[in-house]
């Protein structure tokens, strides 16, 4: 209960500060004018559109980033070389956050799909890669399973 009402005196204060003038419209806009931005997108079906095509961009994104992420990392796990190509350029840019080349996107891809698709995939890349690199080097040590036959399996 406390923490209801901590949230609806922040509003409150939100608000007050809002009409007061003490705050810019644009950066904050008040709490009344979101809630009515939310119902009235919930009514016309514009924020029910708007969270599928996020929906399909993270989907598309992730699918793309995840398979090749994992092709990638099962390719360094079975050949060594590549491995040890790809693995300091995967350890260099993977704490890089991906934020950071949003610009960069927006210059190569322009206000398109693909802008917002890429980002998704690269987030998702990074993780697929390195799990499937280690899964794959991990099975060939500790199941006895040479890379041809993990390569051959079904």
Do not use: Y
Not at 8 to 22: F, H, K, S, Y
Not at 37 to 48: D, K, M, Q, V
Not at 111 to 128: D, G, S
Request: glycine residues 8%; positive net charge; aromatic residues 8%.
């Amino acid at each position: 209960m406390a923490h209801l009402l901590a949230l609806l005196l922040a509003a409150a204060t939100w608000e007050g500060a809002v009409r007061a003038g003490w705050v810019a419209t644009l950066l904050f806009p008040a709490p009344t004018t979101i809630l009515h931005w939310l119902l009235e997108s919930l009514r016309s079906g514009e924020l029910a559109d708007s969270l599928l095509a996020s929906g399909q961009r993270l989907a598309i994104g992730f699918g793309l980033g995840a398979g090749l992420g994992t092709l990638v990392g099962l390719a360094m796990g079975l050949l060594p070389r590549l491995h040890r190509a790809f693995d300091p350029v995967i350890a260099a840019l993977h704490p890089m956050p991906k934020v950071a080349l949003l610009p960069l996107f927006l210059v190569l891809f322009g206000f398109n799909e693909q802008a917002r698709i890429v980002p998704v995939a690269l987030v998702a890349f990074f993780p697929a890669a390195i799990a499937a690199a280690v899964a794959s080097a991990a099975l060939t040590r500790c199941c006895g399973m040479s890379r041809a036959t993990m390569a051959r399996r079904p």
